[in-house]
């Protein structure tokens, strides 16, 4: 069982930045796809970035240019860089991890960020 441990949300004004970091232990030799999801209240958790063990990334439409994800496989750790932050990025993130054989995914237990306006 794969489990995810994040750091480094908090309040940040509007236009600052914050980084985050989620590190995966007890079998994270098995994963292939991490990255983080967001859920602001009332609203369902949407994919915020991924990036798989090859280095593949992928990010939504709303962060592009202002978040950057980046991972290091030789500590199982990935990381999401939020510059330019709106109040709109004010949501709980939650790192996730993918089995590579069976795709079932794992979560951490959620790093809330808040950007003041």
């Known amino acids: 069982q794969v489990q995810l441990v994040e750091s480094g949300g908090g309040l940040v004004q509007a236009g600052g930045s914050l980084r985050l970091s989620c590190v995966a232990s007890?079998?994270?030799?098995?994963?292939?796809?991490m990255g983080w999801y967001c859920q602001s209240p009332g609203k369902q958790r949407e994919l915020v970035a991924s990036i798989t063990r090859g280095g593949r990334m992928d990010y939504a439409d709303s962060v592009k240019g202002r978040f950057t994800i980046s991972r290091d496989n030789a500590k199982n750790t990935v990381y999401l860089e939020m510059n330019s932050l709106k109040p709109e990025d004010t949501a709980v993130y939650y790192c996730?991890?993918?089995?590579?054989?069976?795709?079932?995914?794992?979560w951490g237990q959620g790093t809330q960020v808040t950007v003041s306006s």
């Open positions: 007890k079998g994270a030799f098995a994963i292939n796809a």
């Open positions: 996730y991890a993918e089995n590579i054989a069976t795709c079932q995914q794992y």
